[in-house]
């Protein structure tokens, strides 16, 4: 559709192409309807009524508050009578339990772009613990091995020696047996 667009050389979409969810004029489906429906109040005759609750409880907080007897009995009514109108309304409306919130938190690490989601089969789980091959011990390889760098150190030391006797001339073909 695009194309067809850039190719008619149009800069403005057309009306009749956008459809009214993607505007700011959006409305919810409940707000379009003008009926009122089966069970529904209409607007003033809720007004009204959120009136005459609202100086119901004023009166009812006023006599309450002044021993804290009364006070602690009606807070106990209220929360319980709160609790059960939310779930009376939450049945009728097909509501499922309020769970817990959870919140998006960041990832333990971040993947880079195109990496693919790392699928372990059952052979990568039972992964092979690699051992030196020196001293076959595991957490290390040859290159770190702790047994091999002292008998390369101990190598070394008769190497320096031996070259050191050859420069001077201190018996150096003696010490290497060249046959």
């Not at 938190?105 to 699928?119: E, F, I, N, S």
């Amino acid at each position: 559709m695009v194309r067809v667009l850039v190719y008619l050389n149009m800069i403005v979409i057309p009306r009749s192409l956008i459809l009214n969810r993607w505007t700011k004029r959006a409305k919810q489906l409940s707000a379009t309807s003008d009926r009122v429906r089966v069970g529904e109040i209409p607007d003033a005759a809720y007004m009204s009524m959120h009136a005459a609750m609202l100086e119901d409880c004023r009166e009812l907080v006023n006599f309450s508050c002044r021993l804290f007897e009364d006070y602690l009995d009606v807070k106990t009514r209220l929360g319980k009578e709160h609790q059960s109108l939310r779930d009376k309304h939450r049945q009728r409306l097909g509501i499922a339990e309020e769970v817990s919130r959870v919140s998006v938190q960041d990832p333990l690490r971040t993947r880079y772009k195109g990496c693919r989601r790392r699928v372990v089969t059952s052979r990568g789980k039972f992964c092979r613990v690699q051992r030196c091959r020196m001293c076959g011990k595991a957490g290390h390889n040859s290159r770190k091995c702790h047994e091999s760098q002292l008998g390369e150190n101990i190598d070394s030391c008769e190497a320096a020696v031996a070259y050191k006797s050859m420069v001077v001339g201190e018996e150096g073909e003696d010490y290497f047996d060249f046959e």
